[in-house]
């Protein structure tokens, strides 16, 4: 059956916002390295981007073999450029493709992408550093779908399904497709990263970094509770990360002031990966899971991840604690000592003390000029003298301030 949130299966792609960050990239610079978690759409991206160009897909075993074995013979299909998919799978390509792009200097020529970010990223740093572009593809961002009918209409809906793009170009529940993309990642990226025996212990791991979304990472208590070494524990973390599966958000502090906490904080990339591993199978689950109020959390900070990547910034995402517990959920920095400060509240019904983390950094930081956000789980939309409230349908205007 089709679930209550989807309507007809689209017959174009969805237009996505890190395209016009994508041309003016190929506009200024040879390759364009496209990264992000496998299923995100960035080969979709970059064949709208650029549709005269060949694509090769490197995940292909014959392909992968012919690049691996002859690359110079391989690449001479590329003479005018091409799209290289999952470059990362041969790195030796990347010594070559620098004497290509040497000896033509033309803009727009290559589009690489990969699913693993660490790899990519330690490959264009060796070989192509000043000749290839950088940017970020996340899951589709709430104002893309909304942008194109296609969004869920309750909290609960969205954060059941998550955001990656064929939940919403298949007619398939998000609870098998997320099944199904957790069990290849565990068997096949997982497998050939850390050559990883015990992946049932794997799993457990990531099962208790999704129980400890919007926490302090405490990286002995993982290692601890899954049973593994500090040092194993440090590792899958790392993978995690590169693979795009997990994000931190670190914390802003000021040498000023050592009270302030230092100790980054955990979300998954996507909402509907964290609540998979959670537990929630069906949208109904969501309304009396203890971690609603978490889950929303981890959403609303990557709709503020996703603002400032889909236009190629580098994100300048924080959180601010101290050690009495006094936080601000998300701090940004827009300009030199100005601050959007964002409180994310789950609840529908606005209470008073969901701005006392808010009014209690703004009496502190008084040397920052700080602009103070509340997005909640209801519809209002309110402007007060605590601060501006955003309903968790209409982020636009944060969105805005932050990515302009």
């Known amino acids: 059956m089709p679930v209550d949130f989807r309507p007809s299966v ?19 610079f040879p390759v364009l390295s496209i990264t992000g978690p496998r299923q995100s759409g960035k080969t979709t991206l970059s064949r709208l981007l650029a549709p005269e160009l060949p694509y090769f897909s490197l995940e292909d075993p014959d392909t992968r073999a012919f690049a691996t074995e002859d690359p110079r013979a391989f690449l001479r299909q590329a003479a005018n450029g091409a799209i290289l998919d999952e470059v990362q799978r041969v790195p030796g390509l990347f010594s070559y493709l620098q004497g290509i792009v040497d000896s033509d200097r033309r803009m727009g020529r290559f589009i690489l992408t990969g699913s693993s970010q660490f790899e990519l990223i330690e490959s264009i740093t060796q070989s192509l550093a000043g000749r290839a572009s950088m940017l970020t ?16 209409s309750s909290v609960d809906g969205l954060l059941h399904a998550g955001f990656f793009p064929p939940i919403y170009d298949r007619p398939i529940e998000p609870t098998l497709w997320l099944q ?38 405490n990286i002995n208590s993982l290692a601890s509770d ?22 931190l958000v670190q914390p802003w502090f000021t040498n000023l002031n050592k009270r302030l906490i230092k100790t980054p904080k955990l979300y998954f990339c996507d909402p509907g990966l964290a609540a998979w591993f959670v537990g929630v199978r069906k949208t ?28 190629g910034m580098k994100p300048s995402l924080h959180f601010i604690r101290d050690k009495e517990g006094h936080e601000i959920d998300a701090f940004i920095e827009t300009a030199p000592d100005s601050f959007h400060a964002i409180e994310i509240k ?6 008073s003390d969901f701005f006392s983390g808010l009014d209690y950094w703004r009496a502190k930081l008084t040397r920052q000029k700080i602009t103070p956000w509340l997005v909640h789980g209801g519809t209002a939309h309110q402007q007060r ?12 205007p944060l969105l805005s301030s932050i990515s302009s």
């Open 180 to 217: 199904d993309y957790i069990g290849t990642y565990l068997e096949r990226d997982v497998r050939q990263i850390l050559k990883i025996q015990d992946l049932a212990a794997f799993q457990r791991f990531v099962q208790l970094c999704a129980g400890r979304i919007g926490q302090l990472v």
């Open 385 to 396: 003298e605590k601060g501006t409230v955003l309903p968790w349908n209409d982020l636009s």
């Open 346 to 351: 789950s609840g529908e019904t606005i209470a």
């Open 226 to 247: 899954t049973g593994i070494t500090r040092v194993t524990a440090e590792s899958w973390l790392s993978v995690l990360q590169a693979s795009h599966l997990i994000f």
């Open 137 to 152: 593809l996340l899951p589709f961002s709430m104002a893309e779908l909304l942008a194109a009918d296609r969004a869920p």
């Open 10 to 28: 689209p017959t174009k792609p969805i237009p996505r916002h890190a395209a016009e960050a994508a041309r003016q990239r190929l506009a200024g």
């Open 284 to 311: 109904s689950h969501i309304t009396a899971h203890p971690q609603r109020g978490t889950l929303f959390e981890n959403w609303v900070m990557t709709e503020l991840l996703k603002a400032q990547t889909n236009r």
